[in-house]
């Protein structure tokens, strides 16, 4: 469907950020995601570490505290690489939405881009947050790269202070990159400036009038019809949810709780029933992270069907003179819609969950590497994440042109996703 439903000049065309914006927005999703959960995994870590210190809690019999060094390493990572890519990526996708309005500008200089992405326009400043996040890392990582250098030298440690240096080197440089590419004088942000003010001098306060007037006068000849809640389905989702849930909690009690008395300790291997009793406990585990993630699905199918009613009406605008509500257009216009936030929540729960798997299978002392189960739930859950954020990227980049073309959306109305891809410190 083109723009031309709403006027044949100077019309609301949301523009899409192209592919580095697209992928920019995934790593961005990612990031969200691995920085919560490995803020939850890493409080699973410390009420472990907390039990073991001060009531003798036998972690040993769950895979630490071995294991748990890797792990800490592992969340200490995620958190390193996660900071580091957020704000990158944030403004990766701004220099593709402005790549995108600047070509726009050119060829279509009468599609009008909304007030949610003109605000593009005036995000030249420099980045502030990425170089305060420079600034740490390269203060931090570069002291800790001269700690290690002399630790290399003064001490015989196995090559660990060799490791330790060469990734604290490499963070202080790439802290340091960021200062001097987002910096007020840097060459990104001067790029930046260059396709900000190239944009906005083809879109003048008249142009942004007259796409308001036309698309208020497309939007006055459609009724407005609140878009289906389908709050059977979310409420069906949450009623299957807790139940899975609770019943993994309390089957992960009972796997860890339940330890062999020192007698049984000097067996090497547990006996036939205590095996068979761990067994049951560990089904139990597991059909409970079935229920869990098929009631977290069901509650995310909500946001297919509102999508996919919003699609219907798009499909049947001209037939039916129907619109969805201002509350409803959130779905498919916004930094954030549902969509992106359900990838990122998938994405957050890979971690702990695997993390979890891996000790219910230790605790249930089952014949098998601990390693493997883990990574099947925490690869799933991450590949269904990251499937999810490529798709709501496609789909918020591809359907917000059509609905500000087809439903005559008034620029008012965008003024509540103000906030999208804006630059905090500008």
Do not use: C, K
Request: charge should be positive; glycine fraction near 10%; aromatic fraction near 6%.
């Amino acid at each position: 469907m083109r723009g031309d439903s709403t006027t044949d000049q100077d019309r609301f065309v949301a523009y899409a950020p192209g592919w580095l914006g697209s992928l920019a927005a995934t790593l961005r999703d990612a990031s969200i995601g691995a920085l919560l959960g490995a803020g939850v995994t890493f409080v699973i870590a410390l009420v472990l570490g907390i039990l073991h210190e001060q009531i003798d809690y036998p972690i040993e019999d769950l895979g630490f505290p071995n294991d748990a060094r890797g792990l800490l390493g592992l969340v200490s990572g995620i958190l390193v690489v996660a900071l580091i890519i957020w704000p990158l990526a944030h403004r990766a996708e701004q220099i593709g939405v402005l790549r995108s309005m600047h070509r726009g500008a050119e060829r279509t200089p009468h599609d009008v881009p909304p007030r949610y992405q003109r605000v593009q326009l005036g995000a030249g400043s420099h980045n502030a947050v990425m170089v305060s996040m420079g600034w740490v890392l390269a203060a931090i990582f570069g002291l800790l790269a001269v700690i290690s250098f002399f630790v290399m030298f003064f001490e015989n440690d196995g090559g660990v202070g060799v490791m330790i240096f060469g990734a604290s080197a490499l963070i202080a440089v790439i802290g340091v990159l960021l200062i001097r590419a987002n910096a007020p004088h840097g060459a990104a942000n001067r790029r930046l400036q260059e396709a900000s003010g190239r944009a906005a001098q083809v879109w003048a306060r008249g142009a942004v009038v007259r796409a308001d007037n036309a698309a208020a006068a497309r939007s006055s000849r459609l009724t407005i019809t609140p878009v289906p809640r389908f709050r059977g389905v979310a409420l069906a989702g949450r009623v299957v949810t807790w139940p899975g849930t609770a019943l993994m909690v309390v089957a992960l009690f009972v796997l860890t709780a339940w330890q062999p008395n020192d007698a049984l300790r000097r067996v090497s291997t547990p006996p036939l029933w205590l095996q068979e009793t761990l067994y049951i406990w560990i089904v139990l585990f597991a059909v409970g992270l079935g229920i869990a993630i098929l009631g977290s699905a069901i509650t995310g199918l909500v946001v297919v069907l509102r999508v996919h009613a919003i699609v219907r009406m798009l499909r049947g605008v001209e037939v039916r003179q129907e619109r969805p509500s201002r509350d409803d257009l959130g779905v498919v216009l916004g930094d954030d819609p549902a969509p992106r936030r359900w990838a990122r929540t998938l994405i957050a729960a890979s971690l702990p969950l695997s993390v979890l798997t891996y000790v219910a299978v230790h605790a249930a002392r089952i014949d098998i590497d601990a390693r493997v189960p883990a990574a099947w739930v925490g690869g799933v859950l991450l590949a269904a994440g990251i499937a999810g954020s490529v798709l709501a990227v496609a789909l918020q980049t591809g359907i917000a042109r059509r609905v500000l073309a087809a439903f005559g959306v008034r620029d008012a109305e965008t003024q509540r996703t103000d906030r999208v891809l804006e630059d905090p410190t500008g």
